[in-house]
């Protein structure tokens, strides 16, 4: 595991532990450490110290993980997200993939690992728990496989919506609700409380700025920025999307980056403008800027 540099974009420090492919890795307590989690039949978990001050800048000097465990024997790991919160003694976090989440407490002096399994009710488990996103301290939002969400409080799941059959594959908080991405492009707001009624829809290809719905893949993930934006990645773009005036009046949804999703086939020059046309296996045709390498997805098709 690397650990880079925002700023020039070098290598910091390297930590060598797994003995397989690492599968997962985030930040928690503020940055000030990092955790990884590693392929093998266990799924070690290892907590390493990368702040470059304090108490953790001290531990760093360590070369070695401040705490180690298995995050989930029965299953797959996916991802790590970090609970909200001030720097202190405790740090919150959990882990989550193959038909479960797990809620972790690590102790700062003693860096001692504390996990309990998320209970999701009579129902049981999705197969897959494919994003997770912490509205508060102690409330989180979960998106499963089959479109499911389901809002907990504390350790356990206190409601539950179904949006059609498709992963879940991004979650946006919102000052009243959640934003929910499925893979299809659909975005659903969906009211926070137990009587929030029926989640509102919008297809992503109906934004301004947003790729036709003919060129969109299906979205793989995303990420959330400030509780007004959202990355989105399918396996053809990179979205933002800006929805600070709620889902009933999008801002705008940018292209970031575009790419094939499948092999060239051909490259067409304009003789005199600034363009470069592509032609892939999935049956796109995309345009860039020669000049600046942006992709241009009005003149694609």
């Known amino acids: 595991v690397v650990l880079w540099g925002a700023v020039g ?97 690590s ?3 003693s860096s001692a690992l504390e996990g309990r399994r998320g209970s999701f009710g009579a129902q049981g488990p999705p197969r897959v728990v494919v994003s997770v996103a912490y509205l508060s301290s102690d409330r989180m939002v979960v998106g499963g496989c089959e479109g499911q969400v389901f809002f907990f409080e504390g350790t356990a799941a206190t409601r539950k919506v179904q949006l059609g059959r498709l992963p879940v594959s991004a979650l946006l908080p919102l000052p009243d609700g959640v934003l929910a991405t499925t893979s299809s492009g659909t975005l659903a707001l969906i009211k ?7 989640p509102i829809e919008l297809e992503l290809a109906s934004i301004p700025g947003a790729p036709d719905a003919k060129l969109q893949t299906p979205i793989l993930g995303g990420s959330t920025w400030k509780r007004s934006s959202m990355l989105l990645v399918s396996r053809t773009y990179v979205l933002h999307l800006d929805v600070a005036g709620g889902l009933h009046q999008p801002r705008s949804c940018s292209v970031l980056l575009m790419q094939p999703s499948r092999p060239l086939t051909a490259v067409a020059v304009h003789p005199t403008e600034p363009r470069v046309w592509t032609s892939a296996l999935d049956c796109g045709i995309r345009c860039y800027r020669s000049d600046t390498h942006e992709p241009l997805p009005e003149r694609s098709f």
Request: positive net charge; glycine residues 12%.
């Open 192 to 198: 926070d409380g137990p009587c929030g009624g029926r």
């Open 9 to 105: 974009m070098k290598p910091h420090a390297t930590f060598r532990f797994h003995q397989c492919d690492v599968v997962a890795v985030g930040f928690v307590q503020s940055g000030e450490v990092l955790v990884t989690v590693g392929a093998d039949r266990d799924h070690t978990m290892a907590l390493w110290a990368t702040a470059s001050e304090g108490f953790y800048n001290y531990r760093r000097k360590d070369k070695s993980p401040l705490a180690v465990t298995s995050a989930y024997k029965s299953g797959g790991v996916h991802g790590i997200v970090a609970a909200p919160g001030s720097p202190g003694d405790l740090s919150h976090f959990a882990t989550y993939g193959a038909s479960h989440v797990k809620f972790w407490q």
């Open 107 to 109: 102790d700062k002096i």
